[in-house]
Each structure stands twice: as structure tokens, then as C-alpha cells.
């Protein structure tokens, strides 16, 4: 389990690497491409867009298994320990179950543009690049599930999930 | 609809992170109206269809980069040589680098904790009371928020869909308003206090440019990029982050090239978490004119006030609250897009109405109880909660007064406009 989470994070930060970098140059390429040599590439605009959703959705992965999604904490803060985790153990339920609903959902809009055979940047299948919304709320449905879980156990033994002060948990 | 209304608001205040809480308000109006849910990944996807939204990531990843390098000590050094010869002049050094800093860094207290380590003591050695240090490090950490390139002011123009560059040149007047009346008032209370003062030296001046020289470029190619023409707001902030790149771990080597990874891992959790909640409020919004919430909203307001000014304070009031409540990314995506055409019948600009917004939800971080910022230096220079509220207390009350000087004062963020 702890090498499975360890492989996890070290996926999320390769994604992430790749992505930012890829990023970075392509843009500044684009840039050189269109002032020095009098036109772009014509795939790379679009492409640049459709790695900010990659980006968005890589980034949110990791959010969540950081536990820094923005959100208005300071209510269940001043609940004692059990009252924490029996907040914490809802409010993580109800994420996981939306972002199941989300995957679920964005595997249907997957099987459609599949079926319609749309396509992306000059005629790849689009689904190539979908998929990264099935798979990226599936993954935060699945790090909500572990929270949940972790919250009963830490209601149980009446552990404290939060810290103290909010300062470290600023996004 | 009322019930499931007060589920998610509960929901959201025991602490359900917002996209859930926007993603279920968003499912439960589809299902209500017969849509099928999966138009929701279909919004959700036309994240991909916004040329701008690359500034976020880039922008982000560049002023985290710079947070993490010695940059913000040679900033301060760099001030402290320019304006540490005057009275109150460190107090004005600390105001100024916090707001060249958050405009790069875009509010997220990064700038308290990367600023404020430097600033809170060498306040503290020059003589300045106790109590003004904390107050004014706290404070100014949001400070910079109206300045290009920040990443709030770049949102504002996604989500209202107005001109990025224009929404830079409104904010700088504003911006230097707020600047300006906190120095002030830190002159006021430091006259009394004996503090060390450093003479001016053109040699001090310079060795203090040659240390900068490598990040001083950085603002005149963002900004002169942008307004010559030869950039597109995306692009001059991937200029920045390959600049920003080469120069602290390629030139400068402040930063080892193996924690690198971690520091991209760090601004993408914040990019992810915007642009999540933006993805899934593009279907929210969406759903919510089509409901018409927008002409209620606007028929409820109507019945309130009846003139741009009473509208103004009447905005002034909600955003205020709005602020202690939400935090600014949240508010600009959730309430912008209801707001606008509500603010267009009184004939308020949409780029003053994004300055007010901003400058309003700039307060939301010092505001009791919940201000983010207030938290942030609490645990940062470990003082209770309620020290920082009575510290910091003053600052509010001028940045307030400044919030309606550009409120009431539209002249101040268009001036620089031709509309």
C-alpha cells in the first residue's frame, strides 16, 4: 500500500514534470517560430491548449492526495478531534462520490466523441487526449474513497486529522 | 431546490473543497432540467478551448520559482538602498517588494512566507514597534494584488472576458492608491520611533543593481512585451518561466536542479485547484443564465438601489463580506459571471467592476475571523491568532478607505483606457 502510494506520487510528479516542461518550450518555441521565422506551427496552439487541461486535471490529482483543494475550513477547525472526523469523513464521502459522477460522466462524453470518431490537432482521435478527464476524477474519486476511510479510523481512535493552525495548509 | 441549497452550503462549510460543492450544485440543475449529465465533462472540456488560461500555469510556476531563489532578499536589498536613506523608509521598502512580489506570485501568502521571514526582523532591528511589524508584514502581503502580472487580474479577464491587457493598465493607479496610503500611515506611526536610518550611497545603489541585474529584465519584458505588441499575455508569461528558469537554477544556481520537480509539484497543486473549480463553474455559470439568475439578481437589486453610486456601495457591502467568506479565485469564478450584466445596467465598467472586485476581495484576507493571511502569519511568526487581529486591525481600516477611493472613483482604474 505504501509503495503503491509511493509509485503514485512519483507518476503525478513525472506527469506534472513533463507537462510544465513540454509546456514551457513549446510556447517559447511558438514564439521564436512566429517573430523570427514568420509563422507558428500549426498544431501547436491547440495542443498548448489541450496540455492546460491535461495540466488542470494532473494538477488536481495531486491537490487531492495533498488535501489543499480550495475550500472554507476554518468552521470544522474549531470542532473537537471526533466532531473533525466525523465532518471530515462527510464532506470526503460527498467528494468522492462526485467525482465519481464526474468520471462516470466523462466516460460517456469519451464513448460519444469515440463513436462520432471526433477529432483533435489536424485529425487525431480526440478520446486520446479525453481521456485524461475519466481517468484524473476517477483517481481523485479513489483519494477522496482512502480519506473517508482514513477519517472512520481516526473517528474511531479520536485523533486529531487537522492541525492546530490553518497557516500550513494555505494553497 | 431551497433544500438542496442549504445540503451543499452546509456541505461547503464543514469543509467540502468548492469544485465538489460546485460540481454537485451543477449535476443537481442538469437533473432538475433534463439535461444530460455528461454536458458536464462537455463544459468541463472546453477548459481546452481558452487560448489565456496558459498564462495560469506558467505565471504560477515562474513566481513560485523566483519565491524559492534568493530573489526576494536581493529585492528587499535592492529597495533598501533606493528608499532606506528616508524616515520610515524600510517601512516603504517592505510595502513596495511585497507588492512587486505578490503581483508575480499571485496572493496566495507565498509572499508572507517568503517576504515576510526577511522583512519582520529587519523591521524589528531598525526600531519599528513591535506591533506595527506584524500588522504591516501581514498586510502587505496581499498587496500587489492590482499589479500586472497577477494571477487574479489575469482570471478576472478570462472570466469576464475582457481584454487581459487592458485589465493591467487599470489596476496600476488603484494598485499605487493602496500603496500610497499605507505608506502614509506607516510614516504617521513611525515618526516618533527612533529607528536606524541608512545613508544614501550610489555605491550601495549600484552593487545593489549588479546583484539584481539578472531579475530587473523581468518586468520590463513581461510588461513591454505585452504592450508593444510583440507578445500575447500567454506568451510573455512562458518568456517568463523559461527566463526565470534559465537564470535561477541555469545562471544564478540559487535553485539544485533536483528540486526542481517539487517546486513544479507545488504551483501545479494551486493551478489545479483553480482551474478545477473554474472547469466545473464553466457548467455552474452556464446553467444558472440560462435559469435567468442574472435578471433576478439584477430585478432584487433594482428594488434596493436606484442609482450607480448606491449600487457601488451596495456591491462594496457584498464583496466585503463575500471576501471573508471565499477566497478570491472561488468568488471571481463563481460571482463575476452573475454579477456583470447586473453591474452593466448601472453603467459600471467591467474593467472597474474587476478592480473593485479585486480590491474588495484583497481585504477578504486580513478580514477576521477567517482571513487567510491572518492564519498564514500566525503560524509564520508564531503569534496567537487574536495578536494578529489587533495588529493588523489598522491596516484594515486604511485599505478599506482605500477600497472606496477606487470604488467611487472610476476615473482612477480607466484613465489609462481609451473607452
Known amino acids: ?171 | 431546490m431551497i433544500l438542496s441549497g442549504i445540503i451543499l452550503l452546509l456541505l461547503a462549510l464543514l469543509g467540502t473543497p468548492l469544485f465538489a460543492i460546485i460540481a454537485g450544485s451543477a449535476f443537481w440543475s442538469y437533473y432538475q432540467e433534463d439535461i444530460d449529465l455528461a454536458a458536464l465533462a462537455i463544459e468541463f472540456f472546453s477548459l481546452a478551448e481558452m487560448p489565456v488560461l496558459l498564462a495560469i500555469p506558467l505565471f504560477t510556476f515562474a513566481g513560485y520559482l523566483l519565491s524559492e531563489s534568493e530573489a526576494p532578499s536581493r529585492l528587499v536589498r535592492l529597495t533598501q538602498a533606493l528608499l532606506g536613506w528616508m524616515p520610515g523608509g524600510l517601512a516603504i521598502v517592505s510595502l513596495a517588494a511585497c507588492a512587486f512580489f505578490t503581483a508575480f506570485t499571485g496572493a496566495s501568502g507565498v509572499t508572507i512566507i517568503a517576504l515576510g521571514a526577511i522583512l519582520y526582523p529587519a523591521l524589528k532591528q531598525a526600531g519599528y514597534p513591535e506591533k506595527f511589524n506584524l500588522g504591516l508584514v501581514t498586510s502587505a502581503g496581499s498587496l500587489g494584488l492590482l499589479f500586472a502580472p497577477s494571477l487574479p487580474l489575469i482570471l478576472y479577464g478570462i472570466v469576464a472576458r475582457e481584454p487581459i491587457d487592458d485589465l493591467f493598465l487599470a489596476g496600476i493607479l488603484p494598485g499605487m492608491v493602496m500603496l500610497a496610503m499605507l505608506a502614509g500611515w506607516s510614516l504617521w506611526v513611525s515618526r516618533g520611533s527612533k529607528q536606524e536610518l541608512i545613508p544614501f550611497s550610489g555605491k550601495r545603489v549600484a552593487a545593489a543593481l549588479k546583484e539584481s541585474a539578472w531579475e530587473l529584465p523581468l518586468p520590463i519584458v513581461v510588461l513591454g512585451g505585452i504592450y508593444s505588441g510583440y507578445f500575447a499575455v500567454s506568451e510573455a508569461a512562458a518568456v517568463t518561466a523559461l527566463y526565470a528558469l534559465i537564470v535561477e537554477v541555469g545562471i544564478l544556481r540559487e535553485i539544485k536542479f533536483s528540486a526542481l520537480p517539487g517546486i513544479m509539484r507545488e504551483s501545479m497543486l494551486l493551478v489545479g485547484g483553480i482551474l478545477i473549480i473554474l472547469g466545473v463553474s464553466l457548467a455552474s455559470t452556464n446553467i444558472m443564465i440560462d435559469a435567468g439568475v442574472p435578471q433576478r439578481l439584477l430585478e432584487w437589486v433594482s428594488g434596493l438601489v436606484d442609482s450607480k453610486i448606491s449600487f457601488l456601495l451596495l456591491l462594496l457591502v457584498f464583496l466585503l463580506i463575500l471576501g471573508a467568506i471565499l477566497d478570491i479565485f472561488s468568488a471571481l469564478v463563481l460571482v463575476v459571471p452573475l454579477i456583470l450584466p447586473v453591474a452593466a445596467q448601472y453603467g459600471v465598467d467591467p474593467i472597474h467592476l474587476g478592480i473593485v472586485f479585486l480590491a474588495a476581495m484583497q481585504l477578504g484576507y486580513l478580514t477576521p475571523p477567517v482571513g487567510l493571511n491572518l492564519f498564514i502569519a500566525s503560524y509564520r511568526f508564531e503569534r496567537s491568532i487574536t495578536e494578529v487581529y489587533s495588529a493588523t486591525f489598522p491596516f484594515l481600516i486604511i485599505l478599506l478607505a482605500s477600497v472606496v477611493v477606487i470604488t467611487f472613483w472610476p476615473q482612477l482604474s480607466l484613465v489609462f483606457l481609451s473607452r
Open chain 1, 1 to 171: 500500500m505504501a509503495r503503491l502510494s509511493r509509485w503514485g506520487k512519483a507518476a503525478e510528479d513525472a506527469v506534472l514534470v513533463i507537462l510544465l516542461g513540454a509546456m514551457i518550450l513549446l510556447a517559447v518555441a511558438q514564439i521564436v517560430m512566429r517573430n523570427g521565422f514568420g509563422g507558428g506551427f500549426i498544431w501547436a496552439d491547440e495542443t498548448l491548449r489541450l496540455m492546460v487541461l491535461w495540466l488542470a486535471l494532473a494538477g488536481s490529482v495531486a491537490a487531492a492526495r495533498a488535501d489543499k483543494h480550495l475550500a472554507i475550513n476554518v468552521l470544522a477547525r474549531a470542532l473537537p478531534p471526533r466532531g473533525q472526523s466525523a465532518a471530515r469523513f462527510i464532506t470526503n464521502a460527498f467528494t468522492s462520490g462526485i467525482c465519481g459522477l464526474l468520471a462516470w460522466h466523462a466516460w460517456r462524453f469519451l464513448q460519444q466523441s469515440f463513436e462520432f470518431e471526433d477529432t483533435l490537432v489536424g485529425g487525431l482521435p480526440a478520446w486520446w487526449f479525453q481521456v485524461v478527464l475519466p481517468v484524473g476524477f476517477a483517481l481523485m474519486c479513489w483519494r477522496y474513497f482512502v480519506f473517508a476511510l482514513e477519517d472512520i479510523v481516526a473517528g474511531v481512535r479520536g485523533t486529531r486529522r487537522w492541525p492546530a493552525t490553518p497557516g500550513d495548509q494555505a494553497p
